[in-house]
């Protein structure tokens, strides 16, 4: 007990500085950040963060790694029996309630892409290009079955759902300036949901599910015109 004790205490310290050190690394970029401001803002002394992260490199990528994860977390609602309808739903959702709470985290890994992703370019290779093969099987299931348009490409419509969520983060400041808001409201999030949804699912030929079956779980968040 103990022993399992210390780990959740680890694991929950590690997380908090994770996050710590992804808003700091989001304000100043790679170069500018220091283990001093991630230990403060993680309400650590530096040699307890040392005591997690030996260098400031080793934090960084496990920073992007978790970010990566978290990312890619929503993509386990696109499974071969559950309809497009529900299952794409739910990902956008998702994908654009990250957008919303952890901006700093999109801005963070849409700067290391940029950059030719240095830090996780092996991450995006493997793991990533594994997932999105999956899921493009998962994808023609659905167009064998009539589910979703048989011309859609399977592949950029991951690329087209990945611009059109992670935008309201990465270009905030263009998004506010051409709605004449200071920040990004909760009313502002739902419009955006709504549009991203309807657009993505009309797009791809994907009606409401004929059958209950067809649809498990749907999101109480999406809203019928979808």
């Known amino acids: 007990m103990p022993t399992a004790r210390g780990g959740r205490i680890r694991q929950a310290r590690?997380?908090?500085?994770?996050?710590?050190?992804?808003?700091?690394?989001?304000?100043?970029?790679?170069a500018g950040a220091t283990m001093q401001d991630i230990a403060a803002a993680a309400g650590l002394p530096k040699a307890s963060l040392h005591y997690y992260f030996r260098h400031k490199q080793a934090l960084y990528r496990a920073v992007l790694a978790d970010l990566l994860h978290d990312w890619l977390a929503p993509a386990d609602a696109l499974t071969?029996?559950?309809?497009?309808?529900?299952?794409?739903?739910?990902?956008?959702?998702?994908?654009?309630?990250?957008?919303?709470?952890?901006?700093e985290a999109s801005r963070l890994f849409a700067s290391e892409v940029l950059r030719g992703a240095p830090e996780i370019g092996d991450l995006l290779r493997t793991e990533l290009r594994a997932l999105v093969e999956d899921k493009v099987r998962v994808i023609d299931g659905w167009k064998a079955r009539g589910w979703i348009a048989s011309d859609v490409d399977a592949t950029h419509l991951f690329f087209t759902v990945w611009a059109a969520t992670q935008t309201y983060a990465d270009f905030d400041a263009q998004v506010c300036a051409v709605l004449g808001v200071a920040r990004l409201g909760p009313d502002d999030l739902q419009r955006a949901?709504?549009?991203?949804?309807?657009?993505?699912?009309?797009g791809c030929g994907v009606t409401t599910p004929r059958h209950p079956r067809e649809c498990e779980d749907p999101p109480q968040e999406i809203r019928s015109d979808a």
Do not use: N
């Open 14 to 30: 590690e997380a908090d500085i994770l996050r710590a050190a992804a808003g700091v690394f989001a304000a100043e970029g790679f």
């Open 193 to 202: 949901t709504d549009h991203v949804l309807r657009t993505v699912l009309r």
């Open 80 to 103: 071969a029996d559950r309809h497009p309808h529900d299952a794409l739903g739910h990902y956008i959702t998702e994908k654009m309630r990250l957008t919303a709470e952890r901006p």
